[in-house]
């Protein structure tokens, strides 16, 4: 039976390279399919992994019908054997709807790929809805982990290195951009929060210490 399987994580834990492999496997099987994305990192269009793979993708907009976009696919001749839906956080509930009933009117396999909390450990609207929705929720076994080398289970959004916890829920950004740039870091929920990121981390390690240190 066709299935909607949601695959979640934190940043950095390899989401976008499963899609990519999923795709890739498919495909070689001489599989048709259609890959929905929004808010690449690489860019309009575009479906990318940190490891450097990319591929093209529907890119989705405010308000598209994505069923309809299927339909309307099938209804020119073309083939859709299975709908992958990368950065699926960023998609509207109603849009999460619409690609259940690509599984169910259609009888498609459709494989969402996102981040189930954003950098205030709110849950993003398409991803509740994905987990209202999914006949199968996984999460990713590619474990991000904090700069401390714990496991890594909240994304933080930073500021010139400083967490910050107030703000618009979708900011794109990256985990590899500069640091005085608005960015993200994977932190443990201790690290999470206490707000202190890789960089508060140095700064504090370097500070000098509180309680002056004497000989007894």
Not at 70 to 88: F, K, N, Q
Request: with cysteine; charged share 25%.
């Amino acid at each position: 039976m066709p299935e909607l399987v949601f695959f979640s994580g934190t940043m950095d834990c390899g989401k976008s390279t499963l899609a990519l492999q999923i795709e890739h496997n498919r495909s070689a099987r001489g599989l048709a399919g259609m890959i929905f994305t929004r808010d690449d990192r690489a860019g309009e269009g575009k479906l990318s992994s940190r490891l450097g793979l990319v591929t093209d993708a529907v890119e989705v907009a405010d308000g598209q019908d994505l069923y309809a976009h299927v339909v309307d696919h099938l209804s020119r001749g073309g083939r859709v054997d299975y709908v992958i839906a990368d950065e699926a956080q960023f998609l509207a509930p109603d849009q999460i709807d619409q690609l259940a009933r690509v599984v169910d009117d259609l009888d498609v396999d459709v494989y969402a790929f996102g981040i189930t909390t954003d950098f205030r450990s709110k849950l993003f609207p398409g991803s509740q809805r994905l987990v209202e929705l999914a006949d199968r929720v996984e999460v990713l076994q590619v474990e991000a982990l904090c700069w401390c080398g714990a496991r890594a289970t909240h994304n933080a959004r930073t500021v010139g290195g400083v967490m910050v916890v107030e703000g618009a829920q979708v900011v794109v950004g990256d985990v590899d951009r500069s640091a005085d740039e608005i960015g993200y870091e994977v932190l443990c929920r201790r690290h999470h929060r206490r707000r202190m990121t890789s960089a508060s981390a140095r700064a504090a390690a370097l500070s000098p210490d509180v309680l002056p240190v004497t000989a007894t």
